[in-house]
C-alpha cells in the first residue's frame, strides 16, 4: 500500500483534471527517455487501445541541435489513459505532437506535456484532438518554457475538442513561460459538436447517422496526423481511433 | 410517382406549409415557382426529412411508400435526390470519399454489390465531364472552397452519380452564369430526363425551363399551392410578376 501515500492529487497542476483516484498501482516512476541525436529524425507512434484500468506512458525526450522528433499518437483505451511527455529542445531542433484522445462511459484520456525551449531557433508543433461521448473527458495540458536565452523560439499547439454527446467534456490548459523576448507561441483551443447540417446534408445523400459521424469525426481527428509523412502509419492510427468510435465504449 | 396530400408542416412552432398537394407522374417534371418566403425550401427539405421541420398533418406518398415514415438516409437509398439552395461544406471530407460511400450506403440498403474503387472513379469521370466539372474538384473537400456556381455543378454531379429516381431542385440555377445555366439544364434532362423518373423544379426564373421543360408549373405562396398550368404559366410570371398572375 505504500503507492498510495507517493499519488498525486488534483492541487498538482498537472494532474489537475484527470482521474487521480485510478492510479493506485501504477508505476509513477517509470519514465523511458528518447535521445535524438544532433541532425538526426526520429519518429514514433504510440497507441493506448486495449486496457480497461490505468495505462500510463511516460516520456522525457531530449532533441539535439538540428535534430527532429515527431510523436504521434492515440489513446482509445483505459479508465485513464494517459502520456506525458517531457522534451527538451537544442539549438534548431524541432518537436512534433500529434495527439488524438476517444472515449465515453466515465474515461479520463489525456496529453500533459512540457516543451522546454532550452536553445534558440528551435520549433515545436502540437495538434491535439479530443473525441468524447457518455461521460468521458479528454484533457491537454500543454505547458511551454521558453529560456532566457531561447531567441527565434517558434511554439505552436492546438487543441479542438468534439462532444459527440451531453455529458462528455474536454479542458484544454496551455500554460506558457516565457522569458526571452523574440518568440513566436502560437495557442488556440476550441470545443464544439457535429455540425448538425454536414449530418442532414450527408444524410441526403444516403449516409446513416453512423456512417456520417464516422466520416466527420475521422475529418476532425485527421488534423492531428497531417504532418505524419507515413500513409501506412496513418491509417493504421486512424484504424485504432475509428474502431473505438464504432464500439462506443 | 410522388403524392403529397394536403401537407401541413411547422418550423419551431411557426406553421409554414398550409396544406399543400401535389402529385408527379413517372416521366413528368413540374417546376415550383413562388415568392421568396413561399415555402419552397421548406417543402423540399419536408421531403427531405431535416430534423426540425415539424409534420402536423397530411400525407407523402412515394413510389408506393410512406416516405414520412422513412429517416433522410432511407429516403435517399429509395431514390429521392434532394438538391441544396445552398450546398453544404464539409472541410475534411473529399468528395470523392464522401460520394463513393454514399453511393455504396444506397446500394448496400438496396440489396447491391458496392462499387470499387476504380469503377466509382470511371462513374465520377463520366458525370464529372457530363457537367464540365474539372474532376480535380471532386478531389478536393465537398464544397469547401467552391464558388456558388461550382457549388450547384458539383451538387449536379452529385446526382448523375447517385442516379436518383426523383429529385427536387432547389433553386439550381441561382448562381449560375449563362453556360452554366445551359450545362446544367443538359445536365439535368441527361441525368433525370426518363420514363420512370420525376423531377421538381424549385426556381425563380423562366430561363432554366427554356432547358429543363416542365409538364406543369405551380404557384406556391403562403405554404400552398395557389395556381397550376403549363409552360406558359413561367412566362406570364415573367412577364406580370406574381401579384397579377396568382391573384
Ligand atoms: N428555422 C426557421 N425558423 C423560423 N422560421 C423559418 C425557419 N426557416 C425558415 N423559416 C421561415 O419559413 C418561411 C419559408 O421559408 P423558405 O425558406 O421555405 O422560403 P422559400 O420559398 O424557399 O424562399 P426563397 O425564395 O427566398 O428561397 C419564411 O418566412 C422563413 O422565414
Ligand atoms: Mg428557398
Known amino acids: 500500500m505504500n503507492a498510495l501515500t507517493a499519488l498525486p492529487t488534483r492541487k498538482d497542476e498537472a494532474w489537475r483534471y484527470s482521474a487521480v483516484e485510478a492510479l493506485v498501482g501504477a508505476d509513477l516512476d517509470a519514465w523511458r527517455a528518447i535521445d535524438v541525436p544532433a541532425g538526426e529524425s526520429y519518429r514514433e507512434c504510440l497507441t493506448i487501445e486495449d486496457s480497461e484500468s490505468t495505462e500510463l506512458r511516460r516520456l522525457r525526450v531530449s532533441i539535439g541541435e538540428s535534430a527532429r522528433c515527431e510523436l504521434f499518437a492515440v489513446i482509445a483505451a483505459g479508465r485513464l489513459g494517459r502520456i506525458e511527455v517531457e522534451v527538451r529542445l537544442a539549438k534548431g531542433a524541432h518537436f512534433e505532437l500529434g495527439g488524438v484522445t476517444l472515449g465515453g462511459r466515465d474515461t479520463v484520456r489525456e496529453f500533459v506535456t512540457r516543451v522546454v525551449h532550452a536553445e534558440p531557433e528551435a520549433t515545436s508543433n502540437q495538434v491535439i484532438r479530443s473525441v468524447h461521448w457518455g461521460k468521458g473527458t479528454g484533457n491537454f495540458l500543454g505547458q511551454i518554457d521558453v529560456v532566457r536565452d531561447a531567441q527565434k523560439t517558434d511554439a505552436a499547439q492546438s487543441f479542438k475538442g468534439l462532444l459527440l454527446e451531453k455529458g462528455a467534456s474536454v479542458n484544454a490548459v496551455p500554460q506558457l513561460e516565457i522569458f526571452a523576448d523574440d518568440v513566436k507561441c502560437a495557442h488556440g483551443a476550441s470545443v464544439g459538436q457535429l455540425d448538425e447540417t454536414a449530418r442532414f446534408y450527408m444524410a441526403a445523400r444516403g449516409l446513416s447517422p453512423e456512417l456520417a459521424r464516422r466520416l466527420l469525426v475521422q475529418a476532425f481527428i485527421g488534423d492531428a496526423f497531417v504532418a505524419l509523412d507515413d500513409e501506412a502509419e496513418r491509417e493504421r492510427l486512424m484504424g485504432v481511433a475509428l474502431a473505438k468510435l464504432d464500439l462506443h465504449l | ?247
Open chain 2, 1 to 247: 410517382m410522388l403524392k403529397i396530400d394536403n401537407l401541413q408542416a411547422e418550423i419551431g412552432g411557426t406553421r409554414i406549409l398550409n396544406g399543400l398537394s401535389l402529385e408527379v407522374n413517372a416521366g413528368e417534371v413540374h417546376a415550383i415557382m413562388g415568392p421568396n418566403g413561399a415555402g419552397k425550401s421548406t417543402l423540399a427539405y419536408v421531403l427531405g426529412g431535416r430534423p426540425g421541420y415539424e409534420v402536423t398533418g397530411g400525407s407523402v406518398e412515394f413510389i408506393g411508400r410512406d416516405l414520412l415514415d422513412m429517416e433522410p438516409h432511407e429516403r435517399a437509398a429509395a431514390g429521392m435526390f434532394l438538391g441544396f439552395q445552398y450546398p453544404v461544406e464539409i472541410p475534411g471530407v473529399s468528395n470523392v470519399q464522401f460520394l463513393r460511400e454514399a453511393l455504396n450506403a444506397q446500394r448496400q440498403v438496396r440489396g447491391e454489390e458496392p462499387l470499387s474503387g476504380g469503377d466509382f472513379l470511371r462513374l465520377a469521370k463520366e458525370k464529372a465531364g457530363l457537367l464540365k466539372l474539372d474532376m480535380d474538384m471532386l478531389k478536393r473537400h465537398v464544397n469547401v472552397g467552391f464558388s456558388g456556381g461550382e457549388k450547384k455543378r458539383a451538387e449536379m454531379v452529385q446526382m448523375g452519380i447517385l442516379d436518383p429516381q426523383f429529385a427536387v431542385l432547389d433553386e439550381t440555377d441561382s448562381g449560375l452564369d449563362i453556360d452554366a445555366l445551359r450545362i446544367v439544364g443538359e445536365g439535368i434532362n441527361a441525368i433525370m430526363r426518363a420514363p420512370e423518373k420525376g423531377v421538381l423544379l424549385i426556381t425563380h426564373y423562366q430561363r432554366l425551363l427554356d432547358y429543363v421543360k416542365p409538364d406543369y408549373v405551380h404557384i406556391l405562396s403562403k405554404g400552398r399551392i395557389v395556381k397550376t398550368g403549363g409552360p406558359d404559366l413561367a412566362l406570364r410570371l415573367e412577364e406580370e410578376g406574381y401579384e397579377a398572375v396568382a391573384a
